[in-house]
């Protein structure tokens, strides 16, 4: 198992690996630096995902589906929550729905996890779920990023997914999003970007999320304020920290 410090789970699982960029959230893209040096490591899994641009490492737009990796969560025995695909987006348009849909045979083999999907491409997720070959799982929660107020729409095709839990991830949270409808969202993630190139955080646009979750009764958790040393900048708001959890609406 891959073990993690992303503050709201307990491990990743990659089945998949690449991407592409798609809006402003991906800009700093943790997983783009990531494959980079896992490929300089000497993994083959993420030979040839990455090349260098002007210093930085950069998607080439190559995904590569790892079907050995779809074994990985029937060894673990402990109970977990499982981030699947830190290093990618499941439904990226490259997937092939039929790895999709081995990703959530290996899940429903697995009801002592709890997967958490994060998707930017949340339209392509209520697509290929609403179809027959695909059943809601009690386990898994599914969730789109949203880091600013034009990527509000994610929002809308998220509440057309049919999910147990359905989850938005406010991070890198570079500008308001006030606009946002969270009713049918269960769980609010909030967190500042961090790494050398951390775009700020405005407090205010906190504030204005924790009274949307207050309104809509959905689930408040707030990572990180991040920036160049996150560690130092901590996750303490309102003066506490803010772990609160979705709840099994189904
Ligand atoms: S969708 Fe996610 S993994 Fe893909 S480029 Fe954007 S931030 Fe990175």
């Not at 899994?45 to 641009?53: E, H, N, Q, V």
């Not at 998707?119 to 898994?140: C, E, G, Y």
């Not at 969270?182 to 190139?197: D, F, K, M, N």
């Amino acid at each position: 198992m891959a073990e993690t410090s992303i503050e709201w789970t307990d491990a990743t699982w990659n089945p998949v690996a690449g991407c592409t960029v798609l809006t402003a959230g991906c800009t700093n893209c943790y997983a783009m630096r990531m494959a980079a040096r896992l490929e300089a490591m000497g993994l083959d899994k993420y030979a040839g995902l990455t090349r260098k641009s002007g210093g930085r490492a950069k998607w080439t737009g190559k995904i590569r589906v790892d079907y050995g990796a779809l074994e990985t969560p029937l060894t673990w025995k402990k109970a977990r929550r499982v981030f699947v695909n830190s290093m990618s987006d499941l439904f990226h348009p490259e997937v092939p729905v039929e790895f999709i849909a081995a990703v959530w045979k290996t899940m429903a083999a697995t009801p002592h996890h709890t997967y958490q999907i994060l998707t930017k491409r949340p339209q392509r997720m209520a697509s290929v779920l609403s179809s027959d070959s695909f059943t809601v799982l009690p386990n898994v929660w599914l969730g789109t990023s949203v880091e600013d107020g034009r990527v509000l729409h994610r929002l809308d095709e998220l509440r057309d997914v049919p999910a147990a839990i359905r989850f938005v991830s406010f991070e890198p949270l570079i500008g308001s999003v006030a606009g946002s409808d969270l009713r049918g969202i269960h769980w609010a993630i909030v967190g500042g970007e961090s790494g050398p190139q951390a775009r700020p955080m405005d407090p205010h646009w906190i504030d204005e999320i924790y009274d949307l979750c207050t309104d809509a009764d959905a689930a408040f958790f707030f990572k990180q304020w991040g920036g160049k040393n996150k560690k130092a900048s901590g996750r303490t708001y309102r003066g506490r920290l803010w772990n609160n959890l979705p709840e099994l609406r189904i």
